[in-house]
């Protein structure tokens, strides 16, 4: 749907430019034989035992608001689950709180730590929303450029360049969406270090975090004196195979989380009964079911990953998440040109690397949460592609 600006409309809502990714889905939508390679969604259905839990919630008749911060059963599951698979400890009482998916988790955060001027370094490519929601509440985008010759890993030396009296806080994301590159131990220690220098907060988008391939995740918050100064995003859409249930969660020091719930309280007012008591479900008893989808997506990277290198299109081993990040600057297209054209001409969605910022031009998103045999023909339909416009020099 194209938007125009209307009087009564305030210039913020005006400027917003709508979801990159958005465009892609729409123009896919109605073509026949497409496959769509942008869906940043597992292909694995929630398993049964979560979705009877919720049809058990509902059958027992629990239907009614849940406290705002989400039922202090899931907290405390939520606080196990932390504190078992990333060593980190919060009190379900007053740490955590249950969102509407880790998306909103992040607006509450934006929303809760800044004031109009405050500036918030953001690094890039990363999620669309990261920048709006800063502006959203108020505040700056300051947008650092991971570089593909360091496999897109952000160096202390380039956050510290742009550290201002105005910094407020670092977004991180890793595993990184659109990247899949994670940061290792070491390396989060270096940004902690920096957090710890200029007292800044860090917000830590996790929502990846079960998605790891090739070492052991490391959450910031566990890194030695990030507890406090760590906001914690994470969910159940990603790992758990949950995104149409909008569950996701925050962990924060307390004197930020009581902050965040009294806006959360007004915008929100919780999150959906049924879906909380699945996630319960998920924590208990989900273990396996989780296991077995990072079985099969380290199979799916290894395959898509090798493939995009043997076309020509050079791409580098994504250590989490479900996105391959290949460069297709070898074809001499833009990023919207390439996306575009293997839409129309083959039938293949993909995103533009540059929606994601202007360190993503001259790459696409593939997203490998699709079996292998559509990733098999998906292949055949971009190396075709890239076939007739060798041909065509």
């Given amino acids: 749907m194209e938007s125009t600006k209307s009087p009564y409309v305030s210039k913020l809502a005006n400027d917003l430019k709508p979801s990159g990714i958005r465009r892609f889905f729409d123009l896919a939508a109605g073509m026949e034989g497409v496959i769509s390679l942008g869906v940043g969604e597992p292909d694995f259905v929630t398993p049964w035992h979560v979705r009877e839990a919720a049809i058990s919630s509902l059958e027992q008749g629990y239907t009614s608001y849940t406290p705002n911060a989400g039922l202090l059963e899931l907290r405390e599951e939520i606080a196990n689950y932390m504190r078992d698979r990333f060593n980190v400890e919060y009190s379900p009482a007053t740490d ?4 509407v998916g880790a998306s909103s988790a ?7 730590i800044l004031d109009p001027g405050d500036e918030v370094i953001i690094v890039e490519p990363c999620f669309v929303s990261y920048v709006p929601t800063v502006e959203l ?3 700056v985008a300051i947008q650092v450029q991971a570089l593909k010759e360091n496999e897109f890993k952000i160096l202390p030396s380039q956050l510290e360049k742009v550290i201002t009296k105005k910094t407020k806080a670092i977004m991180l994301c890793s595993p990184n969406n659109p990247t899949g590159t994670m940061l290792s131990k070491s390396e989060l220690e ?18 990846y975090a079960e998605l790891s391939y090739d070492e052991e995740y490391t959450s910031m918050a566990a890194i030695e004196g990030m507890h406090e100064r760590t906001i914690l995003v ?7 195979a949950m995104t149409g249930w909008r569950l996701g969660f925050v962990c924060a020091p307390p004197e930020i989380s009581s902050a965040m719930l009294k806006i959360h309280q007004y915008a929100l007012m919780c999150a959906s009964t049924m879906s909380q008591y699945a996630a319960i479900e998920a924590l208990k008893n989900g273990r396996p079911d989780v296991d077995e989808m990072v079985k099969s997506y380290r199979r ?10 043997e ?7 994504p250590g989490g998440a479900f996105y391959a990040f290949p460069s297709i600057t070898s074809t001499g297209l833009t990023s919207q040109q390439f996306a575009e054209q293997l839409l129309m001409k083959e039938g293949v969605a993909v995103v533009p690397g540059d929606v994601f910022g202007e360190s ?3 790459h696409i998103r593939c997203s490998y949460a699709s079996s292998l045999e559509q990733l098999s023909e998906a292949v055949k339909r971009i190396k075709r592609f890239i076939d007739h416009l060798n041909e065509e020099r």
């Fill in 106 to 112: 992040i607006d509450l955060a934006m929303r809760t």
């Fill in 234 to 240: 994470n969910g159940f859409s990603k790992g758990f």
């Fill in 190 to 207: 270096g940004i902690a270090d920096l957090a710890k220098k200029n007292d800044l907060l860090i917000i830590a988008d996790e929502i």
């Fill in 360 to 362: 993503g031009e001259g």
């Fill in 311 to 317: 076309i020509g299109l050079e791409c580098h081993v």
């Fill in 137 to 139: 509440a108020g505040g």
């Fill in 300 to 309: 799916r990277r290894n395959y898509i990953v090798q493939s995009f290198n």
């Fill in 96 to 99: 955590i709180i249950v969102t």
